[in-house]
């Protein structure tokens, strides 16, 4: 099961939430059964870029491997393999639906799919078999998507940080940590048993 974030430009909010997923897959128990592979791209990428270096400085506090990183441009082909695509903000949402039409029912904003993953119904999720529980919990968050309250447009992105402080940095990379979470709880074989690694230098 694969699971496709996107941003801009695939030089911080993108490769911070595929690292950091891939750190969850790769130190807690019962992640790696549910066979979930993470990826990133960006709709404006250039490719073959490094990561941006305070992206790469806020993974590195949280404990998260940054070698081996280039950016990538998103295409259509991407997104028909993905079967999750998770994006930093609506207008990455609506540049990969225009992309590939057929992906709208599994593509949100990751704070967009945070908030709705809050509202399905969990046992559902966990009665499946663990390499299956992916493909149920999206089929649960579409089927939410359209009766869920409204919130403000801007409180399902994740803000830019590019040319911010590192300390935006972090607090972006801590806001991707924690929309990831209700994820990672579900896809786990205990609810709420498992989190992404605690930062060892909070700011």
């Known amino acids: 099961m694969r699971i496709l974030f996107v941003c801009h430009a695939n030089l911080c909010r993108s490769p911070i939430a595929e690292r950091l997923l891939r750190l ?23 490719a073959e870029t490094a990561m941006h270096p305070l992206a790469a400085e806020a993974l590195w506090e949280m404990g998260a491997d940054t070698g081996g990183f280039a950016t990538r441009r998103v295409h259509a082909g991407m997104l028909a393999r993905a ?9 990455q949402r609506a540049a990969c639906v225009t992309l590939a039409p057929d992906s709208l029912r599994r593509t949100f904003t990751l704070r967009q799919f945070a908030r709705l993953t809050g509202e399905v119904d969990a046992a559902r999720v966990h009665a499946a078999e663990p390499a299956r529980r992916l ?25 830019d940080p590019v040319g911010r402080p590192a300390a935006d940095m972090y607090a972006c990379a801590t806001l991707i940590q924690a929309s990831l979470h209700p994820m990672l709880c579900l896809l786990a074989d205990a609810p709420g048993a498992h989190t992404l690694a605690t930062p060892p230098h909070p700011r």
């Open 24 to 46: 969850a897959i790769g130190t807690r128990p019962g992640l790696a059964e549910v066979g979930v592979t993470a990826a990133s791209a960006g709709t404006h990428a250039r």
């Open 83 to 91: 079967d999750l695509v998770l994006t930093a903000a609506r207008e």
């Open 135 to 159: 493909g149920v919990l999206v089929d649960e968050v579409h089927r939410t998507r359209g009766g869920a309250q409204p919130v403000p447009a801007e409180e399902d992105d994740v803000p």
